[in-house]
């Protein structure tokens, strides 16, 4: 009964929201469009035979030279830049999904056992965490992708590329699983449910799995939406810098980096669209975030 209370109150909120609306629907329109990329774009940016030196530089189709042909005009290799954007955003979005997913199962199994335990496991857990939020999340991906050129030779870190950024992201966002899994474990294990599934002798595994987890999702759900975003940020940023993903896989950060060579030069599309692009999905995941807050807590609307 509660659950369906909750149920129809998100809906009737979600409904008296606009921003949560135009939010949900450029979300589900970019992921959507990301993951039929290979079926909606265009052309194959990773087929070199797809693209031509000669339609390099053309504007949208909208200005004077345009082709309909290309709708967001197209770059320095004559790549379609709709077809482009599409399946960055697709890559972007498989990353940091996926950096998310192992942020949100590290974090958080180590904010359950940390706040069930407590001790000697709770406060090294807790210190580690700590001297992680010193360090800003950019300069841990950084750190860890620099060890990785280290220690792995440089044909298998470039095989490797895409696992070491995931790597890289997901330990850098961690963080904010544990502490709010912690945070939440200590009113939870005290109350009277965990109580007599202690006193029954079930195993603490069980009793934090099935009784304490299901009973702090709603302010993980909050954090791995904003986190998504973050780590969209993340790798974007990366690719930018030219440590995460190399030019000839175009993500939203490569397209970007890319484009930044014609910020002066008249080709104001290389940069700009994908640079709205990104703007638009992270705003909208961040939108998201607000309004799933605002529905696990209620004394914040």
Same mark, same amino acid.
């Given at each position: 009964m509660l659950a369906r209370l909750m149920r129809i109150e998100g809906v009737w909120l979600?409904?008296?929201?606009?921003?949560?609306?135009?939010?949900?629907?450029?979300?589900?329109?970019?992921?959507?469009?990301?993951?039929?990329?290979?079926?909606?774009?265009?052309?194959?940016p990773y087929d070199l035979a797809s693209f031509s030196l000669i339609d390099g530089l053309l504007p949208p189709a909208w200005e004077n030279g345009g082709r309909p042909r290309f709708l967001l005009g197209t770059d320095d290799q004559g790549r379609d830049m709709l077809s482009a954007i599409l399946y960055g955003a697709r890559l972007s979005l498989s990353i940091a999904a996926?950096?998310?997913?192992?942020?949100?199962?590290?974090?958080?199994?180590?904010?359950?056992?940390?706040?069930?335990?407590?001790g000697r496991f709770d406060a090294i857990v807790m210190r580690i965490a700590d001297v992680q939020l010193a360090l800003p999340a950019i300069l841990t991906a950084l750190l860890i992708d620099g060890i990785s050129r280290g220690l792995l030779p440089r044909a298998v870190h470039d095989d490797l590329r895409i696992a070491v950024i995931t790597l890289a992201i997901a330990l850098s966002?961690?963080?904010?699983?544990?502490?709010?899994?912690?945070?939440?474990?200590?009113?939870?294990? %005290?109350?009277?449910?965990?109580?007599?599934? +202690?006193?029954?002798?079930?195993?603490?595994?069980? *009793?934090? &799995?099935?009784?304490? =987890?299901? %009973?702090i999702v709603g302010p993980l759900?909050? +954090?791995?939406?904003?986190?998504?975003?973050?780590? *969209?940020? &993340?790798?974007?940023? =990366?690719?930018f810098l030219g440590v995460g993903l190399p030019a000839d896989s175009?993500?939203?950060?490569?397209?970007?980096r890319i484009g930044m060579q014609y910020l002066l030069s008249g080709e104001w599309w290389i940069l700009w669209i994908p640079t709205v692009f990104l703007v638009v999905l992270v705003v909208a995941i961040?939108?998201?975030?607000?309004?799933?807050?605002?529905?696990?807590?209620?004394?914040?609307?």
């Open positions: 979600f409904a008296r929201s606009p921003a949560a609306i135009l939010a949900a629907i450029a979300t589900v329109t970019i992921v959507a469009g990301a993951a039929l990329a290979p079926w909606i774009a265009p052309t194959n996926m950096a998310m997913t192992v942020a949100l199962l590290l974090g958080v199994g180590l904010g359950l056992a940390a706040g069930y335990l407590g966002l961690w963080v904010n699983f544990a502490r709010t899994a912690r945070a939440s474990t200590f009113v939870e294990r %005290n109350k009277d449910y965990v109580q007599a599934a +202690i006193m029954m002798g079930q195993h603490p595994l069980r *009793i934090m &799995l099935r009784h304490i =987890l299901p %009973n759900l909050v +954090i791995a939406t904003v986190d998504l975003a973050s780590a *969209i940020l &993340l790798e974007a940023t =990366l690719s175009p993500s939203l950060g490569t397209l970007i961040n939108l998201l975030g607000d309004f799933l807050r605002d529905l696990f807590n209620p004394g914040m609307r």
